[in-house]
């Protein structure tokens, strides 16, 4: 590579980085992007191929959590408490035939 494309390239991962770290701060928890680095580390040293095949295949559950209903209903309640009460409002109105669109 000339000095000019390793130019560009690193131009290119910091405007990434930037817009990763802006759009991580604005963004609800559940939607920020994780960079390389962490993804790698979640991973135990198993490459994203094959993660996606162990998926695939369905030998490895993602959610062994949620195996036992009563356990993480109660660590939903704990962790959110306001997220169970909207819930059963919502499903209050649904049953109510109250259902909001927008």
């Given amino acids: 590579m000339t000095i000019r494309e390793l130019a560009g390239e690193a131009v ?10 802006l759009s991580a701060a604005g963004d609800d928890p559940a939607k920020t992007y994780i960079s390389d680095e962490v993804l790698r580390r ?4 198993n490459s994203i191929a094959d993660a996606a095949n162990r ?21 939903i309640k ?3 408490p306001d997220s169970t009460e ?3 409002c919502e499903a209050e109105a649904i049953v109510a035939h109250r259902i909001t669109l927008f």
Avoid at 12 to 21: G, T, W
Avoid at 61 to 71: E, F, I, N, V, Y
């Fill in 12 to 21: 290119l991962r910091a405007r990434r980085r930037i817009s990763r770290a």
């Fill in 78 to 80: 704990k962790s959110f």
């Fill in 42 to 45: 979640s991973l135990n040293g």
């Fill in 86 to 88: 909207s819930a059963r």
């Fill in 55 to 75: 998926i695939r295949r369905g030998d490895l559950c993602l959610t062994p959590g949620l195996g036992d209903l009563a356990r993480t209903a109660a660590t």
